[in-house]
């Protein structure tokens, strides 16, 4: 694999195979069952995150303490970012410390990528404007695998700002690898034809407007929520609940089997409503944060590996 993690776009089925066989295996250590890891024994990873974060930036902190390595966090709040230095220049000075990785979230699409291609040390991207969240896809995955089991020919929703969504992206990448079906849903606003070819597999992925009339059909459903950060609200006429958001009604209309993910935060009354939010176990929301862990204990290990680190794999 390349020296960086920087999208789920591009990557094999073997690639995504033997990070979510790691994953897996570290699951146990990141449920606390079993004793931590020593993998990154002697080394540090910068958290450089600035754009507000909690699952993933606490994630990745409990990924690295759980290998046994340390960690130090940096935003733009208190950092000289607000004096004007760069991403990039700060980067290049987190990586004169000595860190063994650096963990990059921007809201510059493309941003982790720039960083890459200046600093020498693996550099993960933890979401990156509109692009990619590529440790969100892993753990997606990875909760939906462990939820319907194989994701050839399955059905899975992706429902809301699809436009603005780094979570949505990363998800058509990795569920098209595994030739799941994909159904891409929200308001015509948020949601073009384009988004059909985004995976260059277009025979698996379908646009619709209306949530009512795929429900019937589908082994899970990912909600999203309405990124106003990103100035999406402008683009959602009318009742959002009303047209797209997870009531009880439509989740009773799912197939017994069916989950539900999210990624978080979520604005519980809008894109899902509390009952099926806290609805376990086909919610699966806070699951996928478990998941995390692992997931990024895994990407971790294999960027560290990859750099001839001390860092290994288990056996
Ligand atoms: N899923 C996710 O990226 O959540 P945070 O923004 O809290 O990291």
């Not at 979230?105 to 990156?128: F, K």
């Not at 595994?178 to 606003?189: H, K, M, N, Q, S």
């Not at 009531?247 to 894109?271: D, F, K, M």
């Not at 899902?272 to 204990?297: E, F, H, K, N």
């Amino acid at each position: 694999m390349a020296k960086d993690f920087l999208q789920i776009e591009g990557l094999s089925r073997d690639d995504l195979e033997r990070l979510l066989s790691e994953a897996s295996r570290n699951l146990p250590i990141a449920e606390q069952k079993v004793a931590r890891k020593e993998s990154l024994t002697g080394r540090v990873v910068a958290n450089m995150f600035f754009e507000d974060s909690t699952r993933t930036r606490c994630s990745f902190e409990t990924a690295v303490h759980r290998l046994g390595g340390e960690v130090f966090n940096l935003s733009e709040s208190g950092s000289s970012t607000r004096k004007g230095e760069t991403l990039v220049d700060t980067a290049l000075n987190v990586e004169a410390m000595g860190v063994s990785a650096i963990v990059v979230r921007t809201s510059v699409s493309g941003g982790a990528a720039l960083v890459a291609r200046r600093v020498r040390c693996p550099v993960i991207n933890a979401g990156d404007g509109r692009h990619e969240h590529p440790t969100q896809g892993l753990l997606d995955l990875l909760t939906l695998r462990e939820g319907i089991g194989r994701l050839e020919g399955r059905t899975i929703a992706i429902v809301g700002d699809i436009a603005n969504s780094r979570v949505a992206r990363s998800a058509i990448h990795g569920l098209s690898t595994f030739e799941a079906r994909i159904r891409l849903v929200g308001p015509p606003t948020l949601l073009g034809r384009s988004y059909c070819d985004l995976s260059g597999r277009p025979d698996l992925v379908t646009i619709h407007h209306d949530l009512d009339a795929i429900l019937h059909d589908l082994d899970a459903i990912m909600m999203l929520r309405i990124q106003n950060e990103r100035e999406a609200g402008g683009a959602v006429a009318g009742d959002y609940r009303e047209m797209y958001g997870l009531t009880p009604a439509r989740a009773a209309r799912l197939p017994s089997h069916a989950i539900v993910l999210h990624p978080g935060p979520v604005n519980r009354g809008v894109e899902i409503d509390d009952t099926v939010a806290d609805d376990l176990p086909r919610s699966r929301i806070l699951r996928q944060v478990t998941q995390g862990v692992a997931a990024r204990m895994a990407v971790l290990e294999r960027v560290l590996m990859d750099a001839g680190t001390s860092a290994t794999l288990a056996a």
